[in-house]
C-alpha cells in the first residue's frame, strides 16, 4: 500500500493539471454551444452541423500530436534533454504542417458543405463558422505542439494555466461577438468561431513565451539552434500518432453512430440519450486525466530504464482508472435525477435521461481500465494494436449489436437501451483486449532487457 500511494502520488502531480486542462477545454465548448443557442436555434444547428462534419478530423489532427508526449517522456526519463530539443525542433515542421493542411481542410469543407442536402439557411451559418474558426485550427495544432512538449517533461501546471486563462478569456469574446457589444456587429456562432481563433493564438502566444523564458525548459535548448526536418522523426510522429488519431475518430464514431441509430426513435429519446451522454463524457474527465498522466509517467519510467517499475506504474494506473470510475458509478446512480435536472425539465426527456445514466454507471468501470491501460500503452509507444482492438471492439461489436438491440431485439425492441447495452459490450471487449495487451508489453520490455542483461 505504501508502494502504491507513492506511485500514485506521481500520477497525482502529473494527472491534477490534466484534469484542469480538460475541463477547461469542456468549459470552452460548453460557452460556444450556450451562447450559440441563445442567439439563436438556427445559430446553435449551423455551429452543431460545422463541428459534425469537421470533429473527426480535428481528433486525428490532435492525436498525432499527441504522440509528442511519449517520445518526450522517454528521452526526459533518460535524461537526454538536448535531444529533447533537437526532437522538438524536427517535430515542429510536421507541427506547422499539419497546421497549415487543417486550416485548408477547414476551407475546404465550407466551400462544399453547401451542397449538402441539409436547411441551407442553417448550412450558410456553418459555412460563415468554419471560416471563421480555421485560423483557430492552425493555432491550435502548434499549442498542441508544444503542450504536448512541456507534458512530456511532466511540466503539466503551466499547461492548465494557459487553457484555464483561455476557458476565461473565451466566455466574454464569446459574447461580446456574438451579440455585436463594443461596437463589434453581431455575428451570431460565426462570432464563437472567431473567439475560439482568438483565443487559440492567444493561448499559443502565452505557452510560446512560458516555454521561451521560463527556466524549467532552459535545459532542452530548444531554441537554441535551427534544425531541418527529419525523415526518421517525422516517420516516428506518424507511426505513434495516426494510430492514436484514428482510434479517437474510431471511438468518437460509435457515439456518433449511436446518436444516429437512436435519432430514429425520436426527438425525446434522442434528447435523453444526448443528456446522459454529456453527464458521462464529464465525470469521464477524471479517467481520461489518470490516462494522459499515464503516458508521461511510464514513458519517463522507460526512459530511466527502471522498467519493473514501470510495469508496477502501469497496473497503478488502471488501479487509478478503476478507483475513479468506481467513484463516478457511483455518482451517476445516486445523483441522477440531480444531474439530469440541470439540462432540462421536460419530463419526458428526464426520464429518458435518468434511466440511461443507469447504463452509463455500468459502462465506467470498462471505460475505467480500458483508459488506464491505454494510456499506459502509449507510454510504451505501443498504439497500432490498440488502434486495430478499437475497430474490432466498436465497429464490428458495439455498433452492429447495439443497432440489433434498439431495433429487433432477442424477444422485443429495447430502444435506446439497446445501443447503450451494445456500448457496453463494446466497452467491456476493448478492456480486455487492451489489458491483456498491457500486460504483454510491459513483460516484453522486460524479458527483452533480461535478454540483453540491462536489469
Same mark, same amino acid.
Given at each position: ?27 470552452? +465548448? ?7 443557442? /441563445? ?23 490532435? #492525436? ?12 526526459? #526519463?533518460? $535524461? ?15 507541427? @506547422? ?10 476551407? %475546404?469543407?465550407?466551400?462544399? !458543405? ?5 436547411? $441551407?439557411?442553417?448550412?450558410?451559418? =456553418?459555412?460563415? +463558422? ?6 483557430? *485550427? ?58 475560439? =481563433? ?17 527556466? $524549467? ?10 534544425? *531541418? ?15 492514436? &488519431? ?44 489518470? #490516462? ?15 522498467? %519493473? ?31 439530469? =435536472? ?25 471505460? &475505467? ?7 499506459? !500503452? /502509449? ?8 488502434? @486495430?482492438?478499437?475497430?474490432?471492439? +466498436? ?30 459490450? #463494446? ?8 489489458? +491483456?495487451?498491457? /500486460?504483454?508489453?510491459?513483460? /516484453? ?9 540491462? %536489469?
Amino acid at each position: 500500500m505504501k508502494k502504491f500511494l507513492k506511485e500514485s502520488k506521481h500520477f497525482l502531480k502529473i494527472g491534477i493539471p490534466i484534469l484542469g486542462s480538460q475541463l477547461s477545454y469542456m468549459i470552452m +465548448y460548453t460557452t460556444d454551444t450556450i451562447v450559440a443557442g /441563445r442567439y439563436g436555434a438556427d445559430e446553435l444547428s449551423g455551429l452543431v452541423i460545422a463541428n459534425a462534419f469537421t470533429f473527426p478530423i480535428y481528433m486525428l489532427f490532435q #492525436g498525432i500530436m499527441f504522440a509528442i508526449t511519449p517520445i518526450i517522456a522517454q528521452l526526459y #526519463g533518460s $535524461k537526454k534533454y538536448t535531444e529533447i530539443g533537437e526532437k522538438m525542433r524536427q517535430i515542429f515542421w510536421v507541427a @506547422i504542417t499539419l497546421a497549415i493542411l487543417i486550416f485548408f481542410i477547414f476551407l %475546404i469543407f465550407s466551400e462544399i !458543405l453547401i451542397f449538402f442536402a441539409l436547411d $441551407k439557411d442553417i448550412l450558410a451559418i =456553418s459555412v460563415s +463558422y468554419l471560416k471563421a474558426v480555421s485560423f483557430g *485550427m492552425f493555432f491550435y495544432v502548434l499549442f498542441r505542439y508544444l503542450s504536448s512538449y512541456s507534458e512530456g517533461m511532466t511540466l503539466t501546471l503551466p499547461v492548465f494555466a494557459v487553457v484555464f486563462f483561455g476557458s476565461l478569456i473565451n466566455i466574454p469574446l464569446d459574447i461580446i461577438f456574438a451579440f455585436g457589444y463594443f461596437g463589434f456587429p453581431e455575428m451570431g456562432s460565426v462570432g464563437c468561431g472567431y473567439a475560439t =481563433s482568438l483565443v487559440s493564438f492567444m493561448m499559443l502566444i502565452s505557452l510560446s513565451l512560458i516555454v521561451t523564458f521560463s527556466s $524549467k525548459y532552459k535545459k532542452t535548448e530548444l531554441t537554441k539552434k535551427f534544425s *531541418m526536418p527529419s525523415k526518421a522523426t517525422t516517420y516516428e510522429i506518424f507511426k505513434l500518432g495516426t494510430p492514436i &488519431g484514428v482510434g479517437i475518430f474510431v471511438e468518437m464514431s460509435m457515439f456518433s453512430g449511436a446518436a444516429i441509430i437512436i435519432g430514429r426513435l425520436g426527438e425525446v429519446i434522442l434528447a435523453g440519450h444526448a443528456i446522459a451522454l454529456n453527464i458521462a463524457s464529464i465525470v469521464f474527465m477524471l479517467p481520461l486525466a489518470i #490516462g494522459l498522466a499515464a503516458a508521461t509517467r511510464i514513458g519517463n519510467l522507460i526512459g530511466e530504464k527502471r522498467l %519493473i517499475d514501470a510495469r508496477y506504474s502501469s497496473y497503478t494506473s488502471v488501479s487509478l482508472c478503476l478507483l475513479g470510475a468506481f467513484i463516478n458509478m457511483i455518482i451517476l446512480i445516486f445523483l441522477k435525477e440531480t444531474f439530469t =435536472s440541470f439540462y432540462t425539465k421536460d419530463v419526458l426527456v428526464f426520464n429518458v435521461a435518468v434511466n440511461l445514466l443507469v447504463f452509463a454507471a455500468i459502462f465506467q468501470i470498462p471505460d &475505467g481500465i480500458q483508459m488506464g491501460s491505454l494510456g499506459a !500503452l /502509449r507510454g510504451y509507444k505501443d498504439t497500432f494494436i490498440p488502434m @486495430i482492438y478499437l475497430i474490432i471492439s +466498436y465497429w464490428i461489436f458495439a455498433i452492429p449489436f447495439g443497432y440489433f438491440l434498439t431495433n429487433f431485439g432477442f424477444t422485443t425492441a429495447l430502444g435506446a437501451k439497446g445501443m447503450w447495452i451494445g456500448m457496453i459490450l #463494446g466497452l467491456i471487449i476493448f478492456s480486455i483486449f487492451i489489458f +491483456y495487451r498491457l /500486460r504483454l508489453i510491459s513483460s /516484453r520490455f522486460i524479458q527483452n532487457s533480461l535478454s540483453d542483461g540491462k %536489469i
